[in-house]
């Protein structure tokens, strides 16, 4: 089993910026591909962000494109969220996954294995 814990969210003014991190603990060993996920009140879960298990490649949602930065240290089993200028719109609970094989591009939240509680990202207007 892999366990995953966010952290680093919070409220936060428009134009401002968080760095969430998704640190793993457990069989790591055994997945790939680390994705951000955000679900908002009212609406279904979406993608963010994902990186595959050597850093090499990675994956944004068009609405998040040139504002977040997803990294990883597998030295310390930790995957990073950079989240830049960040508008209203991006209020939501960040969740981080993990899958156990390679996840590309076009993958969705069934595709992942391991999930953690979430994280809260409030940003105000």
């Known amino acids: 089993q892999v366990q995953l814990v966010e952290s680093g969210g919070g409220l936060v003014e428009a134009g401002g910026s968080l760095r969430l991190s998704c640190a793993a603990s457990?069989?790591?060993?055994?997945?790939?591909?680390v994705g951000w996920f955000r679900q908002a009140p009212g609406k279904e879960r979406e993608f963010v962000a994902a990186i595959s298990g050597g850093g090499t490649n990675t994956y944004y949602a068009d609405s998040v494109k040139g504002r977040f930065t997803i990294s990883r240290d597998n030295a310390k089993n930790t995957v990073y969220l950079q989240t830049n200028s960040l508008k209203p719109e991006d209020t939501a609970v960040y969740y981080c996954a993990a899958a156990r094989w390679y996840r590309g591009a076009n993958y969705g939240a069934s595709d992942y294995d391991y999930w953690g509680q979430g994280t809260q990202v409030t940003v105000s207007s």
């Open positions: 457990g069989r790591t060993s055994s997945t790939d591909t």
